[in-house]
């Protein structure tokens, strides 16, 4: 099971992590998270810990590659592998752009992980089987965009 990779928009991003009201120092983990961008932006303006999960090798390289150049060594992570496969315990807040047969593949695993209080953010897609805590609607390139906060 996979999702084409399609960025977030920068604009979306950042709504996604206000959304979840990220705090400094607070891990951030994307599955499926391309070239980073909102690993990047996790860490740069809301001054949390990031970890993207990624299963391509050359978006993975393109990760510590802009890791590297922005000197963000020590707070921005990537992991390649399945994001299936990946232990999301320690994450505090979860951002999803996979499309809703993924999401509703992974949800009980992020059910049976994280931790009470923990928030999951999803562009577009709704996780099937959880209620959303708060829905937006935002104007992004092209199109609206909705982003779903689901609090665990």
Do not use: Q
Request: glycine share 8%; with cysteine; hydrophobic share 45%.
């Amino acid at each position: 099971m996979t999702a084409p990779y399609v960025p977030t928009p920068r604009d979306i991003a950042l709504e996604m992590l206000r959304i979840a009201d990220v705090k400094p120092g607070e891990v951030v983990v994307d599955p499926g998270a391309g070239e980073c961008g909102i690993v990047t932006l996790a860490v740069t303006v809301f001054n949390a810990i990031g970890i993207g999960i990624e299963i391509n090798p050359a978006l993975v390289r393109a990760c510590i590659e802009n890791f590297e150049r922005l000197g963000l060594k020590g707070r921005a992570y990537i992991v390649w592998g399945d994001l299936f496969d990946f232990d999301y315990s320690i994450a505090d807040v979860v951002t999803l752009y996979l499309g809703s047969d993924i999401n509703e593949t992974l949800r009980p695993k992020l059910s049976r992980e994280l931790r009470r209080g923990a928030r999951v953010v999803s562009h577009d897609f709704e996780v099937p089987g959880w209620r959303a805590e708060k829905t937006i609607t935002v104007s992004g390139p092209f199109r609206m965009h909705r982003v779903y906060l689901y609090i665990i």
